[in-house]
C-alpha cells in the first residue's frame, strides 16, 4: 500500500511573514526575496517522509528542489505544476483566497489521482476544509502564514494520516 500523499507550500508555511522569535529561523536570500528558512522544519518533514511521501505544492514548483530542499536537507521532492493553470470564477465576486486555492486545488486533485492526501498550506478555503471533513482520504490543514508550520501541525498529520475511503454517517 502506497503512503499517503503530503502536499507542501512553501511561502506562509515554510517561510513564514512572522515567526516566533525563539523558532529559530535563518534568512536567505533566494531568487531576490529574503526567505526564512528553520532547521526545525526539516527535521519535521524527514520525520513526515517515514508516513507520507512529501510532495511540493507551492508555486515556487522546481526552484523549490533547488534552493529550499537542500536548505532544508530535504532530498529532491515530486513537484505539483500550476503554471498555466488559471482559475475560471463563474462569480466576479468570489473571494481572492477562492481563486488562488482553485489555482492550487484542480491541479493538486489531478497529482493525487485517487490516493489519499494531505494538504498544508496557507491558503485553503475553509469552505475546502468543510468539505474535506467527512471524507477519510483527505486532510487538509490551513496553517498561519504569520507563524507558519508548528509542532501540532505535525503531531495533527501524524496522529490522523488519511486513509482510503470515505467516513459513514449515522442516522
Same mark, same amino acid.
Request: charge should be positive.
Given at each position: 500500500?502506497?503512503?499517503?500523499?503530503?502536499?507542501?507550500?512553501?511561502?506562509?508555511?515554510?517561510?513564514? @511573514?512572522?515567526?516566533? $522569535?525563539?523558532?529559530?529561523?535563518?534568512? +536567505?536570500?533566494?531568487?531576490?526575496?529574503? @526567505?526564512?528558512?528553520?532547521?526545525? +522544519?526539516?527535521? %519535521?518533514? /524527514?520525520?513526515?517522509?517515514?508516513?507520507?511521501?512529501? &510532495? %511540493? *505544492?507551492?508555486?515556487?514548483?522546481?526552484?523549490?528542489?533547488? +534552493?529550499?530542499?537542500?536548505?532544508?536537507?530535504?532530498?529532491?521532492?515530486? @513537484?505539483?505544476?500550476?503554471?498555466?493553470? &488559471? !482559475?475560471?470564477?463563474?462569480? =466576479?465576486?468570489?473571494?481572492?483566497?477562492?481563486?488562488?486555492?482553485?489555482?492550487?486545488?484542480? $491541479?493538486?486533485?489531478?497529482?493525487?489521482?485517487?490516493? $489519499?492526501?494531505?494538504?498544508?498550506?496557507?491558503?485553503?478555503? =475553509? /469552505?475546502? @476544509?468543510?468539505?474535506?471533513?467527512?471524507?477519510?482520504? /483527505?486532510?487538509?490543514?490551513? &496553517?498561519? !502564514?504569520?507563524?507558519?508550520?508548528?509542532?501540532? +501541525?505535525?503531531?495533527?498529520?501524524?496522529?490522523?494520516?488519511? *486513509?482510503?475511503? /470515505?467516513?459513514?454517517?449515522?442516522?
Amino acid at each position: 500500500m502506497p503512503k499517503p500523499l503530503l502536499f507542501l507550500d512553501i511561502d506562509g508555511v515554510l517561510n513564514p @511573514v512572522c515567526p516566533h $522569535p525563539d523558532a529559530d529561523f535563518d534568512s +536567505h536570500s533566494l531568487l531576490g526575496y529574503t @526567505v526564512l528558512l528553520s532547521g526545525r +522544519h526539516g527535521d %519535521w518533514l /524527514r520525520e513526515l517522509a517515514d508516513g507520507y511521501e512529501l &510532495v %511540493w *505544492a507551492t508555486t515556487w514548483e522546481e526552484q523549490a528542489n533547488a +534552493h529550499v530542499a537542500p536548505l532544508l536537507g530535504l532530498p529532491q521532492l515530486p @513537484v505539483v505544476r500550476f503554471t498555466g493553470y &488559471v !482559475p475560471q470564477p463563474g462569480d =466576479p465576486r468570489v473571494p481572492l483566497m477562492e481563486l488562488f486555492s482553485a489555482r492550487k486545488w484542480a $491541479p493538486i486533485l489531478r497529482y493525487a489521482a485517487g490516493r $489519499p492526501f494531505a494538504w498544508v498550506d496557507d491558503c485553503i478555503p =475553509p /469552505r475546502l @476544509v468543510r468539505n474535506s471533513l467527512l471524507r477519510r482520504d /483527505r486532510l487538509l490543514l490551513p &496553517v498561519d !502564514p504569520g507563524q507558519g508550520l508548528l509542532r501540532w +501541525h505535525v503531531d495533527r498529520l501524524l496522529g490522523r494520516p488519511p *486513509a482510503a475511503g /470515505r467516513l459513514r454517517r449515522v442516522g
